[in-house]
């Protein structure tokens, strides 16, 4: 797969998707600059960041719903950039549902069949299919007042599908649902996904969202691509400042370089495998550590240590996330809530261990 880079270098020519240097300005402000992306056929790809990165932007211009100041849209190999959204083929879902409330669960997955005038049997043939799709064939003949948040967005997902269309959008469709439906949802949507092998674009805010759905992940900032790979990839080895403290919990500390593979933090000395990112040995370098890469017992692969102080305990259920000072910065580590290991109280004096492959030194960014 072909990853983005904001220099608007060219993609991949059998790509399903093919955005092209796209460019978009609201008057004098820019909000998104040299974005350049190459979709594979049945790929789902959600384009994270945080509000205002020109992420929801960007879903529409490729739905048709804003022009590009500059650059081209390819879907299945035709320049559909001054073509409308009905003519692009393109299902779109919105945080809002948009579900008609005039009329029943059926008529609204069927309002998008009846529009291209499918035959009635056709039609009525393709919302059945739909509605066992997404597991709600009992509501045909409700209305969606009589819907619930989680039964609303299932109803918008299946009436955007109806229509097979060649790209699903999904522009943060689960924000506005509570926590328990939000991951419930986001796995029926990803399987009704994989079911019908549809190209799909997904919106959020929310990195588990991105995190958990994506074969790609695009972090956005700033109008740009910082980062594009697969979820394991964003998070383990971040490019940047940005998509490394964006993307998941994360300690940024200061250090020297002393040599390619070794740093001091605070006067005391680490190891790295992943090299100082273009510092010069006697720099002042930033470095990043993941709270779950750290602990209290040394292990095999843990052969870096840093002498702290505990400065707050907080408790999170299943874990308790410690801060802890080290010199005059600071830095948290997580640990599982076991009822016979309990926590360091405040005050305390311990050793921390982590891996050199765990030590991250992050490029100055311009």
Same mark, same amino acid.
């Given at each position: 797969?072909?990853?983005?880079?904001?220099?608007?270098?060219?993609?991949?020519?059998?790509?399903?998707?093919?955005?092209?240097?796209?460019?978009?300005?609201?008057?004098?402000?820019?909000?998104?600059?040299?974005?350049?992306?190459?979709?594979?056929?049945?790929?789902?790809?959600?384009?994270?960041?945080?509000?205002?990165?020109?992420?929801?932007?960007?879903?529409?211009?490729?739905?048709?719903?804003?022009?590009?100041?500059?650059?081209?849209?390819?879907?299945?190999?035709?320049?559909?950039?001054?073509?409308?959204?009905?003519?692009?083929? $393109? *299902?779109?879902? +919105?945080?809002? %549902?948009?579900?008609?409330?005039?009329?029943? #669960? =059926?008529?609204? !997955?069927?309002?998008?069949?009846?529009?291209?005038?499918?035959?009635?049997?056709?039609?009525?043939?393709?919302?059945?299919?739909?509605?066992?799709?997404?597991?709600?064939?009992?509501?045909?003949?409700?209305?969606?007042?009589?819907?619930?948040?989680?039964?609303?967005?299932?109803?918008?997902?299946?009436?955007?599908?109806?229509?097979?269309?060649?790209?699903?959008?999904?522009?943060?469709?689960?924000?506005?649902?509570?926590?328990?439906?939000?991951?419930?949802?986001?796995?029926?949507?990803?399987?009704?996904?994989?079911?019908?092998?549809?190209?799909?674009?997904?919106?959020?805010?929310?990195?588990?969202?991105?995190?958990?759905?994506?074969?790609?992940?695009?972090?956005?900032?700033?109008?740009?691509?910082?980062? $594009? *790979?697969?979820? +394991?990839?964003? %998070?383990?080895?971040?490019?940047?400042?940005? #998509? =490394?403290?964006? !993307?998941?919990?994360?300690?940024?500390?200061?250090?020297?370089?002393?040599?390619?593979?070794?740093?001091?933090?605070?006067?005391?000395?680490?190891?790295?495998?992943?090299?100082?990112?273009?510092?010069?040995?006697?720099?002042?370098?930033?470095?990043?550590?993941?709270?779950?890469?750290?602990?209290?017992?040394?292990?095999?692969?843990?052969?870096?240590?840093?002498?702290?102080?505990?400065?707050?305990?907080?408790?999170?259920?299943?874990?308790?996330?410690?801060?802890?000072?080290?010199?005059?910065?600071?830095?948290?580590?997580?640990?599982?809530?076991?009822?016979?290991?309990?926590?360091?109280?405040?005050?305390?004096?311990?050793?921390?261990?982590?891996?050199?492959?765990?030590?991250?030194?992050?490029?100055?960014?311009?």
């Amino acid at each position: 797969m072909l990853g983005i880079c904001s220099s608007g270098a060219s993609t991949n020519s059998m790509a399903y998707l093919d955005l092209k240097d796209l460019h978009k300005a609201f008057g004098a402000a820019r909000v998104v600059s040299d974005f350049t992306l190459a979709v594979e056929r049945g790929e789902f790809v959600s384009f994270l960041g945080p509000s205002g990165c020109g992420k929801t932007t960007v879903l529409r211009m490729i739905g048709g719903f804003e022009t590009p100041s500059s650059g081209r849209i390819l879907i299945d190999g035709q320049d559909v950039t001054a073509l409308t959204p009905a003519r692009r083929k $393109v *299902g779109m879902v +919105f945080q809002a %549902y948009a579900l008609f409330p005039n009329l029943t #669960v =059926a008529e609204n !997955v069927a309002f998008g069949l009846k529009v291209a005038r499918e035959p009635a049997s056709q039609t009525a043939r393709r919302v059945d299919e739909m509605l066992e799709l997404i597991k709600l064939p009992q509501l045909k003949d409700r209305y969606p007042y009589q819907l619930s948040g989680g039964q609303q967005q299932r109803v918008a997902l299946a009436r955007a599908l109806a229509v097979r269309p060649k790209i699903l959008l999904l522009d943060e469709p689960l924000s506005a649902l509570d926590a328990k439906i939000r991951v419930s949802l986001r796995e029926e949507i990803r399987a009704v996904q994989r079911e019908l092998g549809i190209t799909t674009v997904f919106v959020t805010h929310d990195q588990e969202e991105a995190l958990s759905m994506s074969d790609r992940v695009v972090v956005m900032h700033n109008g740009r691509a910082d980062q $594009v *790979g697969a979820p +394991f990839e964003i %998070y383990n080895a971040p490019k940047t400042r940005f #998509v =490394a403290s964006f !993307v998941g919990t994360l300690n940024l500390l200061e250090g020297v370089a002393l040599a390619p593979d070794r740093l001091t933090i605070e006067g005391q000395g680490i190891t790295t495998t992943r090299g100082l990112a273009g510092a010069a040995v006697g720099a002042t370098v930033s470095l990043a550590l993941r709270p779950e890469a750290i602990g209290p017992l040394p292990t095999p692969e843990r052969t870096n240590k840093l002498e702290a102080t505990v400065v707050d305990v907080g408790f999170q259920g299943a874990l308790v996330r410690v801060k802890v000072a080290v010199g005059r910065q600071s830095l948290t580590y997580v640990t599982f809530n076991a009822p016979n290991s309990p926590p360091p109280e405040r005050g305390t004096a311990l050793t921390l261990w982590f891996g050199p492959d765990d030590v991250l030194v992050l490029a100055d960014e311009a």
